[in-house]
């Protein structure tokens, strides 16, 4: 075969085959979530320990076991972190939410609430507080909690509010005012847990328990009736 007839077959073959695509640059898909999800763990370390303003790249890294420029790949700076971070805890507070699917049970309900609040030294509760004093000087972060928590808020309030339906929760106030009393609560118990943890030992989380599932559930005065039992037909002796 002549050099000419070669130069076209070449022509020929690359007009058929099409081009090879370009490699991506970066790490694959997996690996880029699992690494991004352990930084955002480091991050709310970092924030609970140092506070919002405390925060920084650098921290972030050490407490990864990172470099600066490997933090930096996902998270271009602070901002971008910290939001990362709120997101991840709204998340969390939005499964145990679906985790209760219809159902709304009160002494469920504050047993599951009272036992999530206070798990992992209430780490998520602590990183809320810093969250929300950095938030009074971050328009972004101000906007994605009162975003994610108003939707947390109102599906929150759409269980307890089906709860009344049911008669396992009290209607003599309205869901959204019983959603923010829990809230509420829920807050307080968190907050206090790192502080005195020694008050929620000797059977006081079971009393909080029970205390808030009875605020939760219908009055006495409220509750069905239960029907009474007729008295069976006493025979005399014989």
Same mark, same amino acid.
């Given at each position: ?36 999800g352990e930084l955002v763990a480091a991050a709310r370390a970092v924030i609970a320990q140092e506070g919002y303003s405390g925060a920084t790249l650098r921290k972030v890294a050490e407490q990864a076991g990172a470099t600066t420029g490997a933090v930096s790949y996902y998270f271009e700076n ?99 005012? =019983? #959603? %923010?009393?829990?809230? !509420? /609560?829920?807050?307080?118990? @968190?907050?206090?847990? *790192?502080?005195? +943890?020694? $008050? ?7 009393? =909080? #328990? %029970?205390?808030?599932? !009875? /605020?939760?559930?219908?009055? @006495?005065?409220?509750? *069905?009736?239960? +029907?009474? $039992? ?9």
């Open positions: 075969m002549t050099k000419e007839a070669n130069i076209v077959n070449s022509a020929s073959q690359a007009a058929v085959e099409p081009p090879a695509a370009p490699r991506k640059r970066g790490r694959p898909v997996g690996d880029r979530e699992a690494r991004s602070k901002e971008a972190f910290v939001l990362a971070v709120a997101e991840s805890l709204f998340d969390e507070f939005d499964a145990w939410l679906r985790a209760h699917g219809e159902a709304c049970d009160p002494r469920s309900l504050c047993d599951s609430l009272l036992s999530w609040t206070t798990r992992g030294g209430s780490e998520a509760w602590l990183v809320c507080l810093q969250l929300l004093v950095g938030a009074r000087g971050d328009a972004a972060l101000a906007a994605v909690i009162a975003r994610r928590n108003a939707s947390f808020m109102a599906n929150l309030t759409k269980l307890l509010r089906q709860g009344q339906q049911d008669g396992l929760i009290r209607n003599d106030f309205p869901a959204d005012v =019983l #959603a %923010d009393q829990l809230s !509420a /609560m829920a807050d307080g118990w @968190a907050l206090t847990y *790192p502080l005195e +943890p020694e $008050r929620f030992g000797h059977g006081r989380m079971r009393h =909080l #328990a %029970d205390s808030a599932a !009875a /605020m939760l559930a219908p009055p @006495a005065a409220l509750r *069905p009736a239960k +029907p009474r $039992r007729r008295p069976g037909r006493r025979h005399p002796p014989g």
